[in-house]
T-cell receptor, first 115, second 111 residues
Framework: GAGVSQSPSNKVTEKGKDVELRCDPISGHTALYWYRQSLGQGLEFLIY????????KSGLPSDRFSAERTGGSVSTLTIQRTQQEDSAVYLC?????????????FGQGTRLTVV | SQKIEQNSEALNIQEGKTATLTCNYT??????LQWYRQDPGRGPVFLLLIRENEKEKRKERLKVTFDTTLKQSLFHITASQPADSATYLC??????????FGKGTRLSVIA
């Protein structure tokens, strides 16, 4: 597609369940980012991937969060044993490369609600 | 720790006036500063980027300034229109670090 695609757009899950959020970046973009945005808050960096390099996981809030990127394209963010504080909009972005000055393109996000 | 502050959560202005949004940062030496627009239910959309060695950048009705001494960026929208109503985010990075975002300022342009 022409832009970054995320699925599902909305997800409601019960506390304690695992969820998987998917991101299809723009074709050819080597850098991929995950952010989350809680109500009234700014974007919180979670993780980013650049080509075949080891991902920067420094923003992941706990070991319940993990992400992978297969074949340098699609990425999946997994949250295990979800908690209510995990409720947020999870945004994926991609750019042609990392490096300052590369403005990422964002998807519309997945709104996760943990009940 | 690194901190980015955007001057206010919300700003209301009359149509036709110039909107000025502020972004201040501490404990950071960014090489680049970016401004994004975010509409409800949407991801942020890139507007402008300014480098540390640039003082000002313009694009149509938008103007961004970057003062590395004051550690501040100003974002101006001239001749504002109701369609400019949105949340505006500033973001910083340098080297290969991911963008760090402020919480945003919600702008409302009143007809």
């Amino acid at each position: 597609g022409a832009g970054v695609s995320q699925s599902p757009s909305n997800k409601v899950t019960e506390k304690g369940k695992d969820v998987e959020l998917r991101c299809d970046p723009i074709s050819g973009h080597t850098a991929l980012y995950w952010y989350r945005q809680s109500l009234g808050q700014g974007l919180e960096f979670l993780i980013y991937f650049q080509g075949n390099s080891a991902p920067d996981k420094s923003g992941l809030p706990s070991d319940r969060f993990s992400a992978e990127r297969t074949g340098g394209s699609v990425s999946t963010l997994t949250i295990q044993r979800t908690q209510q504080e995990d409720s947020a909009v999870y945004l994926c972005a991609s750019s042609p490369a990392t490096g300052a000055g590369r403005a990422p393109f964002f998807g519309q996000g997945t709104r996760l609600t943990v009940v | 720790s690194q901190k980015i502050e955007q001057n206010s959560e919300a700003l209301n202005i009359q149509e036709g006036k110039t909107a000025t949004l502020t972004c201040n940062y501490t404990n950071y030496s960014p090489a680049y500063l970016q401004w994004y627009r975010q509409d409800p239910g949407r991801g942020p959309v890139f507007l402008l980027l300014i480098r540390e060695n640039e003082k000002e950048k313009r694009k149509e009705r938008l103007k961004v300034t970057f003062d590395t001494t004051l550690k501040q960026s100003l974002f101006h929208i001239t001749a504002s229109q109701p369609a400019d109503s949105a949340t505006y985010l500033c973001a910083l990075n340098s080297g290969n670090t991911p963008l760090v975002f402020g919480k945003g300022t919600r702008l409302s342009v009143i007809a």
